[in-house]
């Protein structure tokens, strides 16, 4: 057996196909996102500007978030000191749930290492202790919702994207009387649109299915107190299990669900991603403790950002760039080929200092490759101005059509 054959075959196949996925090697300047250092094919680091990360309203970088990671780091040291069960459950971690139930107007909450955890540990724990148990997932769910069905043994229907009429055909061919879970997200991340939630949860009654919602795109980012997009079209109390990140708009890492105290017991008694892994570190958690807090006051950062992506996709529409409609803050722009994808990333970054990642295959389908954008409340309208005019440009120059003006 070759084995170095079998993996230069793999890369290679991903090279052929023009989606092998390099990572940038960069530094944000603290407390200056979105400028950044860039230090791959440079003879000392470059400015860029960064439009596509995941810390929406840059909370990463704000001052009450780092002081309480700073004087958590400080009062009682680097890690937690194993799991939950074994030494690594701090009053943080306590405060944190409690904090995070309330935002959902929950009975509990449980934390996890990440929201791929999250959701592939849930998922895949719940069916198990719902003997007969069959899963609803929408076809654009994300990878850690698919692993957690997967990893469940259980059966699936896969229905189409948002379908209502598909998923109740589904629904109704089962038995009304066995276990069923409804898994869909509130905002689909790659083309910015929104479940129908409250339709879903209409099925659900009528069916006998329980709803789980991956609200990762919109905790923060939607709803009075950044509850998400459950909180703002107050569906959140039909909703039977809420799953959020916190390393996206509250800025620094973990995951968690939201539900009623009996399912979250279960979920902490029972699922191996819970039990069996070392907890957030007690900084890290302190981070978050002072991010859910400030957005659950302060809407200044989401409004700012909301206004920001509104404005990149009208430059982009004015220009005739193939902007994909999005009912959210992200901003998708269509590119339709992987290698063109990846080529016009190349040179944003390196003529334009513009760090966007191509989004290929498996992420979106195969023919829907394109450039995600997600503009945070400190992107200036300069700088917008200056992106949408160097993807003027390099469309030109690759020689892709640009629409009429809007």
Same mark, same amino acid.
């Given at each position: ?243 959020? %990140?916190? &390393?996206? *708009? ?9 539900? =009623? @105290? ?5 979920? #902490? ?104 954008? %997600?503009? &945070?409340? *400190? ?9 949408? =005019? @160097? ?5 030109? #120059? ?9």
């Amino acid at each position: 057996m070759n084995y170095d054959h079998i993996f230069d075959q793999a890369i290679h196949r991903l090279h052929a196909e023009g989606r092998y996925r390099v990572f940038i090697d960069i530094l944000r300047n603290k407390g200056a996102y979105p400028n950044a250092r860039c230090f791959a094919g440079h003879n000392g680091p470059k400015p860029i500007t960064v439009w596509c990360s995941n810390d929406y309203l840059a909370m990463g970088q704000h001052p009450k978030v780092i002081g309480a990671m700073e004087d958590a780091l400080h009062d009682v040291g680097a890690g937690s000191g194993g799991t939950r069960n074994i030494g690594g459950n701090t009053h943080y971690h306590v405060e944190l749930e409690h904090e995070l139930a309330d935002l959902h107007g929950k009975e509990s909450a449980l934390l996890f290492t990440s929201g791929y955890v999250s959701n592939d540990a849930t998922l895949s724990t719940l069916s198990k202790l719902l003997p007969g148990c069959v899963i609803f997932s929408d076809e654009l769910n994300h990878a850690s919702m698919i692993a957690g069905i997967r990893n469940s043994g259980c059966p699936k229907r896969v229905f189409r994207h948002n379908d209502l009429e598909h998923l109740e055909e589904l629904l109704a061919a089962e038995d009304i009387d066995a276990p069923k879970v409804i898994a869909f997200e509130s905002v689909y991340s790659m083309d910015g649109d929104v479940a129908p939630i409250h339709a879903i949860c209409d099925l659900a009654e009528k069916y006998n299915a329980l709803t789980y919602i991956d609200e990762v795109h919109a905790v923060g980012m939607y709803g009075a107190r950044g509850g998400g997009i459950s909180e703002r079209d107050e569906a959140a109390d039909r909703i039977d299990i809420i799953e959020g %990140t916190l &390393g996206k *708009a509250f800025g620094v890492m973990g995951g968690y669900i939201a539900a =009623d @105290a009996k399912i979250v017991d279960c979920i #902490r008694s029972y699922a191996p991603g819970f039990i069996f892994t070392t907890s957030l570190s007690p900084a890290l958690v302190a981070g978050v403790l002072a991010s859910v807090k400030h957005l659950k006051s302060s809407s200044e950062e989401r409004d700012a950002q909301q206004a920001n992506s509104g404005m990149l996709k009208q430059m982009m529409r004015d220009a005739g760039l193939p902007v994909m409609d999005s009912t959210t803050h992200i901003v998708p722009l269509m590119v339709g080929d992987p290698v063109r994808a990846k080529k016009i990333s190349d040179i944003l970054l390196a003529e334009y200092g513009c760090y966007v990642q191509p989004i290929n295959y498996p992420t979106v389908p195969r023919g829907t490759e394109r450039l995600r954008f %997600t503009p &945070g409340p *400190a992107h200036t309208e300069a700088m917008m101005r200056e992106l949408t =005019d @160097a993807l003027v440009e390099i469309w030109d #120059r690759m020689d892709m059509e640009l629409a009429e003006a809007a």
